[in-house]
């Protein structure tokens, strides 16, 4: 069994070159083993922009203000109820909870966002059809991150 090192056994060079390389190659996270242990070093994600919406040649209508309007007005953006990492499948191999097109039934798993080696199912708020995921499999995500939309 490998123990989990303790802030003082923590190379606090090797995380300041990891989070140099991170700075110089433009990467959002790296993760880096040896020996039976990893490190992972990620930046702060921030809340991806809102889509933009360009009007066809002839509309006269104003881009929606609003995020839900963009999508339509049943639009419901799923959003992160915690910090973790968001996992579109039940395990590695797996195919994912939902794709673009699917329809769910409320209650069913969308994601699964880990915290603290703790796997936390996202549910479909109501029934509805994916229009859009905002998330990668494996990424970190913040509090009230978009992950997906439902119309």
């Known amino acids: 069994m490998v123990k989990s090192p303790r802030v003082s056994d923590i190379n606090e060079d090797l995380v300041r070159k990891l989070a140099r390389l991170l700075e110089e190659t433009g990467l959002s996270e790296i993760e880096y083993g040896k020996d039976g242990w990893h490190m992972r070093v990620a930046k702060a994600s921030l809340a991806p922009a809102p889509p933009a919406v360009t009007p066809s040649p002839g509309d006269d209508v104003a881009p929606a203000a609003d995020e839900t309007e963009a999508w339509g007005e049943n639009a419901e953006i799923v959003t992160s109820p915690m910090v973790g990492v968001v996992y579109n499948t039940p395990e590695p191999g797996a195919p994912p909870f939902v794709k673009v097109g ?13 915290a603290m080696k703790v796997f936390n199912p996202v549910e479909a708020p109501r029934d509805g059809t994916v229009v859009r995921i905002m998330v990668s499999n494996g990424t970190p995500v913040e509090f009230d991150e978009p992950l997906l939309v439902i119309e």
């Open 102 to 114: 699917d329809k769910v039934t409320a209650r069913q798993t969308l994601f699964l966002i880990e």
